[in-house]
Nanobody, 115 residues
Framework: QVQLVESGGGLGQLGGSLRLSCTASSLRISLYTTAWYRQAPGKQREWVASIGRDGDSAYVDSVKGRFTGSRENPKNTVYLQMNSLKPEDTAVYYC?????????WGQGTQVTVSS
């Protein structure tokens, strides 16, 4: 059974950093385009970042220059390094893996930025 498990969320300080991880099982992450999404209370889920199979990345404007996505294929893991945290980054963060084989989501990890 395919699973994506996020970790690394928690309480972050204003201006601080957190690194999220997403580890896949029963799925070779190297064969998938991966992405991070987030959902703040009362808001729709929004795309945050994509990390392609070759490592290229794209970001929503609100996190450009602050967040960096990466992947470590031997560990079947993708990351989201979040720097210069802002209160508006508070949300549940989800990772997604997609290919022609299908699309899979993790269960989410809560990130709360305190001011």
């Amino acid at each position: 059974q395919v699973q994506l498990v996020e970790s690394g969320g928690g309480l972050g300080q204003l201006g601080g950093s957190l690194r999220l991880s997403c580890t896949a099982s029963s799925l070779r992450i190297s064969l998938y385009t991966t992405a991070w999404y987030r959902q703040a209370p009362g808001k729709q889920r929004e795309w945050v970042a994509s990390i392609g199979r070759d490592g290229d990345s794209a970001y929503v404007d609100s996190v450009k220059g602050r967040f960096t996505g990466s992947r470590e294929n031997p560990k079947n893991t993708v990351y989201l390094q979040m720097n210069s945290l802002k209160p508006e980054d508070t949300a549940v963060y989800y990772c997604q893996a997609t290919s022609l084989r299908g699309t899979y989501w993790g269960q989410g990890t809560q990130v709360t930025v305190s001011s």
